[in-house]
């Protein structure tokens, strides 16, 4: 099991190859150097998966410590790698997808002029998405986190010649900074209390801590407090979520890769990796709950009103990542990771077909211009039919048994679990309705576009197609992993597959059987009145938005205006910044401390000599003069 | 009897030398500066270096002496005063500094001990070739050489054409 | 026996005269003989201490000061000649052009 590391430093090589070599090589050489590196990774990523399910149990998990990174005093750090069964989950979902999202970029992003700069940091981005996951400590793991944020901010703003796009990438950059800071206080703190931040020392020496007690604050709430930080930046939640829909500036299949499938996921990964500690921190928990599920909710009512194809599938993400740290927040963290999983499946399929819909329409991404494409791009509506399907929660494809294993540990969770389920509940209707809104009005009914605006609509190309087809069989089938117990009659594989060790948290009850039939039947009927009154609206009786919209149109402007969080972002804190730094740091501290010092010094040095060379008069007698002083002065000296 | 006559000498040596300052034609400090010399040779023989005073009559006051007025009557030189110091002010603060100096100087050299007994020297040519020729044969030798230098600069500066 | 201290006195008193005529005075040759005494005084002096110290080594020196002064008015006096040649004038003020 030696080979961990070619996992990430393939995609790494293939960055440094493209980057460095890139302007002179051919499209499809530098496809190819991008996607077989990541294929590789993959392969090796399977091999050691395999390898990894026939040791036994407690050989887990196999860590492999590389060079010591840090030696200070007391403190080590190394660079190393660990393989568990999360992780190894982890990996193969990051290169699987990956390496699909490769192929589908080769032909979305042929005509750009800047290919071989996309592919360079799309394989950087692997590289440092599989670091993180891959690390065997936190402060490797803050490497990889890192790391993907500063992919996140270049490809946002790949087409750097558009204003929208830099300043889309600079708010997903500093944004994120503000988690980031969160994590480096939680990384401290871990270091204070355990004197290291390896997982494995530091996971036992938690171990073997009392947990702390609900109300209070004590040294693990705020650890895990610190860290929750840090995952609402990079996974967007309340109140670091304003990066996303503005990240939507980047091309598509950035948005389906990073911003869909694994980055934003890595801070559901950060919790799960440190379920122990979480375990042990009970109002760590429910503030993680809350907040992804007021997230869950306040994204899905933004997504109700959004007319943009890829604004809608943000917010939808957005939502989905709420639901993941609402299964994390009520101790279910193989619920979270299974959603993760089955959500990287359904929302890279949307996001793919989103990308193939803009292509075939020259790259118009307003769905009241759209309609009828079914016709003209038969493939894509079918594979984004799939998709619909699973992320609305229908019965037998993969999103229905990831939500209803969320939604079960929710209901039975001693704090405030109803009223959690029932938020859940909510969302998963809201979620249905705006994917079938968004699927009717894009494929379905009669065409709203003109002959004049787009020209040829057409399916897109293979490596765009096969890509698509690949996800929406993962779709259809990923979900019976993780089949529950009252329809499988054993055991909820990966809920067992994914058992941190951890014990379920006090006062949880257990779920019977009948419980698991009416949660489903629950599910199953918010599912079907979401898209039952999606129907409605856009295809029964097309004038019942607009009406709807008119008579409660303060509550519209507001949801159009998502709540007007980031004018309020702005005004509250952005704007004091922007003035505070200008009027006081640069007028003042900059331009006249600083620059007056330096010149100052200058000036006085100039003057000063300007007086010295005043003695160089020219004349024999004054300079005898100044003889006679010196002697005077000397003779005085020694002679007092 | 010999206090006297270093008193007599020692006015003369000072009053020549303020003469040399006073004076406006340069021909005239020259001629006082002579005097100075005698002055300074007749302190010799009383201090017993009789070699010394007559080396300094016959070098300095004969030769060198000779050499400034020679050079004074060649550039045929007028009275001084070239239009009005632009200096005054040299005279309004280096006068009150010298003779500050000398007030410090006097003061501490008034309380220097000679010896009680003075040790018979004698500043015959003897006595001084001796040390001359034996000790301080090298700077001798190099003294020489010097005054090659000097004839030699002296012969390039003041050629009309090099 | 006359007193040391007498002739340092007056030896001093020499120097300062001579000093003193080095700035006062405007002419170049007038500057060469303040020169001049300045070395006068520091003869009596040296000559002064040999006596009441016995030592024949203050003679010597003189004798190499009174070198260095005839060499050192040889080519001043040829700097004179120079400096009359160019400039027509004996005034030192007037060659001050190595100023700021």
Redesign the interface.
Known sequence: MNFLWLIPLLPLLGAVINGVLGKRLSRGTIGAIASGSVALSFAISLTAFLQMLRLPEESLPIVQNYFTWIQAGSFQATCGFMLDHLSGLMILIVTGVGFLIHVYSTAYMHDEAGFYRFFAYLNLFMFSMLTLVLANNYLLMFVGWEGVGLCSYLLIGFWFKKQSATDAGKKAFIVNRVGDFGFILAAMLIFWTFKSVDYVQVFTAAAAMPADQLGMIGTLTAICLLMFVGATGKSAQIPLYVWLPDAMEGPTPVSALIHAATMVTAGVYMVARSAVLFDRAPGALLVVASIGAATALVAASIALVQTDIKKVLAYSTVSQLGYMFLACGVGAYAAGVFHLMTHAFFKALLFLGAGSVIHGMGGIQEITRMGGLRKEMPWTFRTFLIGTLAIAGVPGLAGFFSKDMILAAAFVSPNFGKILWAVGLIVAGMTSFYMFRLLILTFTGRPRYTHHDVHHVHESPAPMLIPLIVLAFFSLVAGYVGLPIALSGTHELIGEFLHSGAPAPDGAEHVSVALEWMLMSASILAAGVGAFLAYLFYVLRPDLPGRIASAASALYSILTNKYYVDEIYDAILVHPIVVAAREFLWKFVDVLMIDGAVNGIGKSVRSLADGL??M???????Y??WI??G??VI??WF?R | MIELLFLLFAAVAVGSAINVLVQKHVLYSSLSLIVLLTAISALFILLQAEFLAVINVIVYAGAIMVLFVFVIMLLNLPADEDGAD??RW?KL??IP??L??LL??A??VWRVEGTAAAPDLAGTPQAIGASLFTDYLLPFELTSLLILIALMGAVVFAKKEL | MIPLNWYLVLGAALFLLG?LG???K?NVIS?LLSVEIMLNAVNLTFVAFSSHNGQISGQIFVFFVLVVAAAEAAVGLALVIAMFRNRETLN??R??????
Do not use: E, H, P
């Open positions: 060379r005043q160089q008069t020219g004349y024999v007698r004054t005898a003069g006679l002083f002697g005077v003779v005085a002679l | 632009r200096l040299l603060i280096g500094m010298g500050f100096l410090m100087v003061r501490t | 000093m080095f700035f006062l405007r500057l030192v003020d060659s001050n052009l190595l100023k700021w």
